[in-house]
């Protein structure tokens, strides 16, 4: 994207943020969006501070898939923080445990506790599923929060997600 080189658009600024079909760049004081396709010099818009929120807040919800991987506590409490974290922000999340993640429900650290975020993503309205191989070798079963599930079902997770994020 090139940027007017006059006194009105200095050549140095920061990106606030990519939209569907939207760039909102700061330019000292002001912030100013292009549309895609590229806008016109002269339709470049400016924003007030209460128009960049509602702008921030249109952004489409995304469908987010996260496969967790590690009952490692710092890797696995971050997994869920992200995804309450989506879903406050008004996004479709789903979880799939693999491997020694199934072991995430009810694990507690002094600095790290997996199972209170597991719990504040449940309560969000979060969905979790587990690999049902891997409970099976680890003699575990699944629960209400986290039910059985296959790989099918991680590679529909997969395919209806928009993004997918793995820890």
């Given at each position: 994207m090139k940027t007017?080189?006059?006194?009105?658009?200095?050549?140095?600024?920061?990106?606030?943020?990519?939209?569907q079909?939207?760039?909102?760049?700061q330019y000292n004081d002001s912030q100013i969006i292009f549309g895609n396709p590229p806008l016109s010099t002269g339709s470049c818009q400016t924003l007030s501070n209460i128009e960049k929120h509602q702008t921030v807040n249109q952004i489409q919800p995304m469908k987010i898939g996260i496969i967790l991987e590690?009952?490692?506590?710092?890797?696995?409490?971050?997994a869920?923080?992200?995804?309450?974290?989506a879903k406050k922000q008004g996004h479709e999340v789903r979880v799939f445990l693999m491997g020694e993640a199934v072991e995430c429900e009810?694990?507690?650290?002094?600095?790290y506790n997996v199972d209170e975020q597991f719990k504040a993503f449940v309560s969000a309205g979060g969905e979790?599923?587990?690999?049902?191989?891997?409970?099976?070798?680890?003699?575990?079963?699944?629960?209400?929060?986290c039910p059985v599930s296959t790989m099918i079902d991680c590679v529909n997770l997969?395919?209806?997600?928009?993004?997918?994020?793995?820890?």
């Open positions: 007017p080189h006059n006194s009105t658009y200095p050549q140095t600024g920061a990106l606030l943020f990519v939209g079909n939207i760039v909102m760049l590690t009952k490692e506590f710092e890797k696995a409490w971050n869920f923080r992200f995804a309450v974290t009810g694990l507690t650290h002094e600095k979790i599923l587990a690999c049902g191989t891997c409970l099976n070798s680890r003699q575990l079963e699944g629960s209400e929060s997969v395919v209806w997600a928009d993004k997918t994020v793995t820890f």
